[in-house]
């Protein structure tokens, strides 16, 4: 049994990452299909920012934030996934107390900047639907650029303002930490000093994170239904509808479990449904994002196509 806790201490040189299950056969499990689904997420946004780049019809600002929406999902999944693969394959649980509060910023700037980033996809799509011919004025390079900008800036901000705040904490009771990776929430109640201000900044800020998101995105994807309704071809509906959807599923499905991990006080954390939660937005999420967005697109299939002919031709030429 290992020395989890430690007394009469002011702070901890490391944490013990508690993770999902002590059963050494499920703890199997569950590291063959992460291992798998970790796997597809590196080939799936690896895969789709290289078409991107390479296909010079995809060089578009709906494709423009796509490519960036791989890329943060590649880089938190990998934040993540590693380190929890490590855990459940091997008894050393151990993190250190700066590597917490590194993965814990990464992870932060990372989940924050694509709450913002799925703001300006699904406001490019508003103006491609319902304002196409203004589209391609507005949707500007430089529009697009500010826009990108503007989501990275905003989760640096929240990572360092909440790494900062949780970084003068004292840790004197206990290091383990109930959750399979450093989050605000599990490492928070560990402290033995008064949480309640950080607590309430923490809160206010996932709260203007995840209502500014989706207030956003609910009037997007509003205005572009009220339109499809006017379509008059049953065929063209279906095919709106149908895009609508998935992409309306993958964004729920995010800030669904977002929304129910971090809109709730502290102490109302529960191990199991919150870690449920937590696998969602941060392991599986990241897998099922190039699925909905880009994998059954028309476009991106051609240009997959297109980068193969052109590499063949080049082989043919040598």
């Known amino acids: 049994m290992h020395t989890m806790g430690r007394k009469n201490n002011t702070n901890v040189s490391d944490f013990f990452l508690l993770g999902l299950t002590d059963s050494e056969v499920i703890r199997l499990v569950l590291f063959s299909l992460f291992l798998l689904i970790y796997l597809i997420t ?45 855990n459940l394959l091997t008894s050393n649980k151990y993190i250190s107390f700066g590597g917490c509060f590194t993965q814990m910023f990464f992870f932060l700037l990372l989940i924050v900047s694509e709450c913002f980033l799925l703001c300006s996809m699904a406001y490019g799509r508003y103006l491609a639907i319902c304002n196409p011919l203004q589209y391609p004025v507005v949707m500007s390079r430089t529009l697009c650029h500010s826009l990108i900008m503007a989501s990275y800036l905003i989760g640096f901000f929240d990572a360092t303002l909440s790494v900062l705040s949780m970084n003068t904490l004292h840790f004197c009771d206990s290091n383990v930490v109930h959750h399979f990776f450093c989050d ?135």
């Open 184 to 318: 605000t929430t599990p490492v928070l109640v560990l402290s033995c000093t008064d949480t309640h201000d950080i607590e309430t900044m923490l809160s206010i800020l996932a709260g203007f994170n995840v209502m500014a998101s989706v207030s956003t995105i609910s009037l997007s994807y509003g205005s572009i239904l009220f339109n499809i309704l006017k379509i008059n071809s049953s065929s063209g509906k279906r095919k709106a509808f149908s895009t609508c959807a998935s992409h309306l599923l993958g964004v729920s499905i995010f800030f669904g479990s977002i929304s129910f991990s971090y809109l709730k006080p502290s102490k109302s954390y529960s191990l199991g449904k919150d870690q449920v939660a937590s696998v969602f937005y941060t392991i599986v999420i990241p897998m099922l994002n190039p699925l909905i967005y880009s994998l059954r697109n028309k476009e991106v299939k051609n240009a997959v196509i297109r980068v193969m002919q052109r590499r063949e031709s080049t082989k043919h030429l040598r």
């Open 42 to 86: 590196v080939l799936g946004n690896a895969g789709m920012m290289l078409v991107i780049q390479l296909d010079l019809q995809l060089h578009t600002p709906m494709y423009f934030f796509l490519s960036h929406l791989s890329f943060l999902d590649l880089s938190y999944s990998t934040v993540i996934t590693p380190k929890t693969l490590e």
